[in-house]
């Protein structure tokens, strides 16, 4: 089973990157795009015999291990 | 509202930084995840008023003319 996690910076952290692609956004004429952030999108394959609860236990353990920094990050995992 | 762009390379372009990933799982003795593979993700808020149908304009044309390098990157939209 194909599994999507978002990660992206807490909200009260400064993302300069969304910022410029807002800005060169704004710049082709889209001003309706508003409030971008860039994260990150890690995709994966887990086995579909584990169960929905194993599947959720190994991936916060993964995200907390290695691949969020929980300090300026969260995590949603998705599918 | 709240859209989630996740953006990844093509699957028959390398990805070098999610075998990466894949291999310090592997390390760390998380066996079970396979075909890591890292890509963006942009959240942006676009203005409610506007319909299903301009939203998705409006976002395959900013993928199109800045997100998105349509020869090796495909996307998809959430939200």
Known sequence: MRIKI???LKSQILEPQGKVIEQALNNLGFNEFNNIRQGKLIE???PDNLSKE??????DSACKKLLVND????YEVLG
Chains 1, 2 share one sequence.
């Open 54 to 59: 194993e599947k959720g236990q190994k991936i």
């Open 6 to 8: 978002l990660i992206r």
């Open 44 to 46: 994966l394959d887990l």
């Open 71 to 74: 300090i300026i990050e969260e």
